[in-house]
């Protein structure tokens, strides 16, 4: 049974639209997982779709997605503990068939909205208790603490919820031992990202790093890396905080770097035209090495090389398919010889760039995880009427 088959369900003899609802209290409304993947992909398939955000820039209709906002939250701790009550008064209005929401802290509310008799879904995007092992922001000597809490947590309510989806098979794996209704919906680039990539401009003598910009993230040593090549690094995104954008401007290498701060899709795009190759080279971390960040699809589809992190599952993805080199994130000598690899041989630049491509077209594409989107929420209203 495919979705658009379950986009509609009688009441009272007639044929009513499913209407489903999916929340975040973090994410913005024309977030690329969230609005531009699952809700326009569940929109097309013959859902009433809403998405409830909490940016202040109030409510909107973007295509064939209703936009909700309850209201831009004040600071993280008031986006974690009272948003998420806003967001439950708000969502109990829509009187949704499913409630598919995307932060950890609205977790909180996630059971209130299941005694409505709805369906609730908890869309992970990424392993939270061990990510709070690495959060700068949280005093290192309470992190162990406060992770292993909020794993229980989260394991309780996951359980109870009527499923879940996870953005790699490594979160999901996790989520599958505790509730059986688990999907993994990876983060790959949609079908319309790839045909638009902007076609190469010459023999490009930079590299690019798009994304958030921090110190796990790797900043330190991709700046460092450039002292030790005749190249550019072309950095777009917003820096974590001013120390490490202060800290990260006065290294040496910063002279080789063009920023360009946030920008939008197609000057993504174009920037990635520029380059000879993507950076990656997050920290091992815990939260890190069985990710699979959605830039490294994004640089696939734009048929440049990826130079990343020696992650086990990195390697397999990116060696296994030879479209990149993965080196020590931690080492700038190793980081610089990657780079020095495709700026001096243009022809491996360009035809691993191609075999990554060949990749994102065949396989890690929204298409093959759109129709698992669909499948799930079938699933998922299947059980509701059985």
Request: proline share 4%.
């Amino acid at each position: 049974m495919h979705g658009a088959e379950r986009a509609s369900q009688i009441e009272g003899g007639e044929f009513v639209v499913i209407r489903v609802a999916h929340l975040s209290t973090a994410h913005g409304r024309c977030e690329l997982r969230v609005h531009l993947k699952e809700c326009n992909s569940l929109a097309s398939a013959g859902y009433e779709v809403h998405y409830m955000v909490a940016d202040g820039l109030g409510d909107e209709r973007v295509g064939d997605v209703q936009v909700h906002d309850i209201g831009a939250a004040g600071g993280r701790f008031q986006r974690m503990l009272l948003r998420p009550w806003r967001m439950l008064l708000a969502a109990r209005k829509l009187k949704a068939s499913v409630y598919h929401f995307h932060d950890p802290e609205i977790l909180l509310i996630a059971l209130f909205l299941l005694k409505g008799g709805a369906k609730v879904v908890y869309d992970s995007h990424e392993d939270v208790p061990r990510s709070l092992l690495s959060r700068d922001w949280i005093p290192v000597w309470i992190r162990p603490a406060l992770s292993a809490v909020f794993e229980r947590f989260e394991n309780f309510v996951s359980h109870r919820l009527s499923g879940v989806v996870g953005a790699t098979p490594y979160i999901t794996a996790r989520f599958a031992r505790l509730n059986a209704v688990s999907e993994a919906i990876n983060n790959y680039p949609l079908q319309s990202e790839i045909e638009d990539a902007v076609p190469r401009i010459g023999d490009a003598r930079s590299v690019c790093y798009l994304g958030a910009i921090s110190r796990i993230r790797g900043i330190e040593e991709m700046v460092r890396a450039l002292e030790y090549v005749d190249a550019k690094l072309i950095l777009a995104g917003a820096f974590e905080d001013s120390a490490t954008e202060q800290a990260t401007r006065a290294l040496p290498g910063w002279s080789k770097v063009d920023y360009r701060g946030v920008v939008s899709r197609s000057a993504v795009r174009r920037i990635m035209a520029e380059s000879c190759a993507g950076l990656i080279s997050y920290h091992p971390e815990p939260n890190h090495v069985d990710a699979q960040p959605n830039k490294m699809f994004e640089y696939m589809a734009a048929a440049i090389p990826v130079i990343a992190s020696n992650f086990p599952l990195w390697c397999e993805i990116i060696e296994g398919n030879e479209f990149g080199l993965c080196v020590d994130p931690l080492d700038p000598k190793a980081i610089a010889s990657a780079i020095n690899e495709f700026v001096f041989n243009p022809q491996k630049s360009r035809d691993m760039g191609e075999n990554g491509r060949k990749a994102v077209m065949d396989r890690y594409n929204w298409t093959v995880e759109e129709k698992k989107l669909l499948e799930f929420y079938a699933d998922l209203l299947t059980v509701k009427q059985a």
